[in-house]
């Protein structure tokens, strides 16, 4: 694989925040304290890390992550009220997320007012943040489906008034990566002097392709969450988007994959949302071959089959015995349970290998393999094989 070169964009994982409006999941202190040490310590650049003005246990969780003196920016996500705001401020932030509902859909029918009123927030919500020398992103709620021609006023007013970039919001998931690539190139040629970042959600199933297409349309910063916890179907998953863009698209964010795995399991731990062995990048099963052809040409060369090493996201390769096996790949399985067996006596074992696997509808266990190969003549009962 090629070195994939070092690019400026700024990975802002709201697992923290985002990750826990994911219904039913509540973090504990404690465990926000130890995600936001592990998202730090692989080189995570900013946290989004609650909201203040939820009230005291959510003010105190805030304060607990700031005290840590992380290398990570924190931020809050924040109502674009000064009340809001000023909450973040006690917390010792530094820097914060306003967001206002900007679609007409939103304006009229959740907060019921006119664009001229949002408007006319933001400059006061923005004024005040800046008044207190804090970074701000302004985030623009249901932006995919906004007017663009209003998004670009509200990021002129942005601009003058000294904000740091806006937040573009696919709130409810429904762009797809060309529509996404479209209007995000659109806003940064209309409005250059404003970083952009752009938050996506996965109702669709496009979450992460929809975050890469905004990178690559100019967005320089991008929201995840640890294996695409959010609301409803989720959102962009940190360790998917990092690898997509170092592997389809050349831009190595610096983060250190190799402890992928180790937050993932732990945030699938405290969030009672178990990592399935499917999933893209982190799930356990990733690097499982069985098929006959793909097992033998990964034994000859795992670039193959294999994108990437598992070793780069803390995973490990599984050859599967099961139904679809071939002769390579029993042999070699054998090999790692310390036991030689020439090609000619795979070639005994595998109408049983097949058999058995027809018959259970699932792969081979080690211990299941260790007596066929005491007993390969005799084809054992399923009661036998338990």
Known sequence: MDQARRHDIIIDDTTLRDGEQTAGVVF???????????????GVQELECGIPAMGEEERAAVRALVDLGLNARLISWNRALPADIRASIDCGLTAVDISLSVSD????????????????????????????????SVGGEDGSRADLAFLVELMEITREMGGDRFRFCDTLGVLDPFTTFEKVRFLRASVPELEIEVHTHNDLGMATANAIAGVRAGAR????TVNGLGERAGNA????????????????????THRFLEVSRFV??????PVPPWKPVVGERVFAHESGLHTDGVIKNPRNYEGYAPEEVGL???????????TSGLVERYRELGIAISRKEAVCLMEQVRAIAQRMKRPLSDRELRKLHRSPRTLPRQADML
């Open 105 to 136: 859909m939103m304006i009229e029918h959740k907060i019921r007012k006119s664009r001229e009123w949002v408007k006319e927030q933001l400059k006061v919500a923005l004024g005040f943040a800046k008044a207190h020398g804090l970074y701000v």
């Open 237 to 256: 998953a940190l360790e998917e988007v990092v690898m997509g863009l170092k592997l389809a698209c050349g831009i190595d964010t610096g983060i250190d």
């Open 28 to 42: 504990s202190t404690k465990e926000k304290i130890a995600i936001a040490r592990m998202l730090d310590a692989m």
């Open 316 to 326: 490990t390769r599984h050859l599967v015995v099961g139904k679809h096996s071939g």
């Open 268 to 273: 699938g731990r405290a969030s009672h949302r």
């Open 221 to 224: 910063f991008v929201n995840t």
